[in-house]
């Protein structure tokens, strides 16, 4: 009976830190992620490193994230994505939406940029160059367009 009561406490124990992780998947910017844990450093190191001419704020994942990142699933894995913007009153014409693996093994990326100076009545989407960083698939592409279109301001 003793070992029975221990399974079950050991079970609960388990489960309420497993509560505890997913209610911390969300906790984290995008622009505090490299200074949170070396894995993701490393990861996002490996996928920029072949890269040419990337701004500096993506290099180093430092511009202004305007919301916390989130848990998403892809494909049967599950990814850490959030927005992060060049500056805060930039978002709309410098942003990045990055993706990275729940295990920290691998990361993706969408820069997008839209023209300064457009007009309020052209819609971004129609401006906008996107640059794909990490070579994600059709269906990491679509999760990450997802997650711009999520935005109010984005149209």
């Known amino acids: 009976m003793k070992r029975l009561y221990s399974a079950v406490a050991a079970a609960l124990l388990m489960g309420s830190s497993m509560v505890a992780m997913a209610a911390n998947d969300g906790q984290v910017r995008a622009n505090e992620l490299l200074g949170s844990d070396p894995e993701y450093r490393e990861t996002w190191q490996q996928v920029v490193k072949k890269e040419e001419r990337l701004p500096e704020w993506v290099l180093n994942l430092s511009g202004s994230s305007p919301q916390q990142m989130s848990a998403v699933t892809e494909d049967g894995d599950r990814y850490l994505v959030g927005p992060l913007c060049e500056s805060e009153g930039k978002c709309i014409n410098k942003r990045l939406i990055v993706a990275f693996k729940w ?53």
């Open 103 to 155: 295990d920290k093994d691998d990361a993706y990326a969408m820069l997008v940029e839209v023209p300064e100076g457009l007009p309020k009545d052209k819609a971004p989407t129609r401006h906008a160059d996107y640059r794909w960083l990490g070579e994600p698939d059709e269906g990491m592409k679509a999760l990450l367009l997802e997650q711009l279109k999520r935005d109010p301001n984005w149209y």
